[in-house]
């Protein structure tokens, strides 16, 4: 009797609360399925960027804080030591995107890549400066005449200088100059075969850091102030309308939340620029994070490629129209007040 006053009750509250086991179950699948068709959905897309610069700043953020994959983005994040090997692999198809500064950008749409700019992500203020050892004999612009200088060719280092450069009435051909990779430059002025460098944020402090004393710098925030682009393919742009907005959404809430929480935002990017947190809080005062596209950004375009073409007869693309190499329709669909260009 007892026995089977046993075997009821387990089976009378098994059935009372059969419904329940069975409606956890059914939620538990479908979290389980719904979990697996967000996988599946995820769109794979790939971005060349430069690990030492700034230029990937809102990248790195957006990256690190899920703000991609919240777009239902499976994002590769893709290392390069230089803004011209980032657009290699763009218009080589190794990579969907790119980030770089607008100097590789103008060389490689000069030098018939089908490129095209989707959006600015900053505009830089102090950004680049010429560092010199004091011991090699630099104390002004002048001194710098014979010297060995290392720079990037084919990046903004190199527009910059030059623009230095003609300001103290020089030019590159009273420097030696020397094409050095952007993270070779702070191991040639401690070997001492650089006298000086012409490099950018956050390498350039860090020079200016390390040599203290023996540091002079060169700065030209007045002259020239770079932006940091997003940028991709022509056919991939036609081709993935939703991939790029579902980036361009990503970055957009990304310099939100930059301009919003400057110091948690520096805190997160650091291990990708390799810099220190103190550092980069202070030096992310002097960066506009800003998705836009702006007519100053186009009036840049344009006068930079006068410089290149006088410095490369090879480029006879004179008529390169660069309003149609910026892609704007995207932007101008999810934050159209934060474009300004002229048609």
Request: a negative charge; glycine letters at 6%; charged letters at 15%.
């Given at each position: 009797m007892l026995n089977n006053l046993q075997l009821i009750v387990p089976?009378?509250?098994?059935?009372?609360?059969?419904?329940?086991?069975?409606?956890?179950?059914?939620?538990?699948?479908?979290?389980?399925s719904r979990q697996a068709v967000d996988e599946v959905a995820l769109i794979p897309v790939s971005v060349a960027a430069m690990p030492h610069s700034f230029t990937g700043y809102s990248l790195f953020l957006a990256h690190e804080k899920g703000f991609l994959r919240d777009e239902g983005l499976d994002v590769?994040?893709?290392?390069?030591?230089?803004?011209?090997?980032?657009?290699?692999a763009l218009a080589d198809r190794r990579s969907d995107f790119a980030v770089s500064s607008e100097t590789p950008f103008i060389h490689a749409v000069l030098a018939g890549q089908d490129l095209v700019a989707l959006a600015t992500t900053i505009h830089a203020r102090r950004h680049l400066a010429v560092v010199a050892r004091s011991d090699s004999g630099v104390a002004s612009v002048s001194d710098?005449?014979?010297?060995?200088?290392?720079?990037?060719?084919?990046?903004?280092?190199?527009?910059?200088?030059?623009?230095?450069?003609a300001r103290n009435r020089l030019s590159a051909d009273d420097i030696e100059l020397v094409h050095t990779a952007p993270g070779a430059m702070l191991e040639g002025l401690?070997?001492?075969?650089?006298d000086a460098v012409a490099t950018w944020n956050p390498q350039m402090t860090k020079a200016r850091q390390q040599f203290a004393d023996n540091a002079q710098a060169f700065g030209l925030?007045?002259?020239?102030?770079?932006?940091?682009?997003?940028?991709?393919?022509?056919?991939?742009?036609?081709?993935?309308?939703?991939?790029v907005i579902r980036v361009l959404r990503a970055l957009l809430r990304a310099s939100r939340f930059i301009q919003e929480?400057?110091?948690?935002?520096?805190?997160?990017?650091?291990?990708?620029?390799k810099a220190d947190v103190e550092t980069l809080a202070q030096l992310?005062?002097?960066?506009?994070?800003?998705?836009?596209?702006?007519?100053?950004?186009?009036?840049?375009?344009?006068?930079?490629?006068?410089?290149?073409?006088?410095?490369?007869?090879?480029?006879?693309?004179?008529?390169v129209n660069f309003l149609e190499r910026i892609h704007s329709e995207p932007l101008r669909r999810i934050a159209p007040h934060n474009v300004s260009l002229i048609k």
């Open positions: 089976c009378h509250l098994f059935g009372r609360w059969l419904p329940v086991v069975v409606s956890l179950f059914v939620l538990l699948s479908c979290d389980e590769t994040i893709q290392n390069f030591s230089s803004g011209r090997q980032t657009l290699n710098l005449v014979g010297k060995r200088l290392g720079v990037t060719m084919g990046s903004n280092g190199e527009y910059f200088l030059d623009v230095m450069l401690q070997s001492g075969t650089l925030d007045d002259l020239y102030a770079p932006y940091f682009m997003l940028l991709s393919r022509r056919d991939y742009v036609e081709e993935n309308p939703e991939a929480h400057p110091a948690q935002a520096s805190s997160i990017v650091a291990k990708n620029l992310s005062a002097f960066y506009e994070f800003r998705l836009s596209l702006h007519q100053a950004l186009l009036t840049m375009l344009e006068h930079q490629a006068e410089w290149i073409i006088r410095k490369n007869p090879q480029h006879t693309a004179l008529s």
